[in-house]
Nanobody
Framework: QVQLVESGGDLVQPGGSLRLSCTAS????????MGWYRQAPGKARVLVAE???????NYADSVKGRFAISRENAYSTVYLQMNSLEPEDTAVYYC??????????WGQGTLVTVSS
């Protein structure tokens, strides 16, 4: 089992920055993909960014150039640095972790609100 705990969500003004953290515990040694989805009110959950075991990253077009995903100590913690935030970034952000042969694990979500 892998347990995920997110933190860092907050209210921020447009143009501001936030850093989300996702700390993994349990069977993290065979995680091969970890990252973030987000879900805005009334919309589907969509991929924001992910980082693979080899270090390759993938971003949604809407956040490229503004968001950066990184990790430390293999997959013990994954970060999402969010810059130049826009009201359209308002959502609940969910951390996820994938292990081959196991169901995807999700965190509980952290709310990011971008508003003046």
């Amino acid at each position: 089992q892998v347990q995920l705990v997110e933190s860092g969500g907050d209210l921020v003004q447009p143009g501001g920055s936030l850093r989300l953290s996702c700390t993994a515990s349990g069977s993290i040694f065979d995680i091969n993909d970890m990252g973030w989805y987000r879900q805005a009110p009334g919309k589907a959950r969509v991929l924001v960014a992910e980082i693979f075991r080899g270090g390759l990253t993938n971003y949604a077009d809407s956040v490229k150039g503004r968001f950066a995903i990184s990790r430390e100590n293999a997959y013990s913690t994954v970060y999402l640095q969010m810059n130049s935030l826009e009201p359209e970034d308002t959502a609940v952000y969910y951390c996820f972790a994938d292990r081959r042969g196991f169901p995807r694990r999700w965190g509980q979500g952290t709310l990011v609100t971008v508003s003046s």
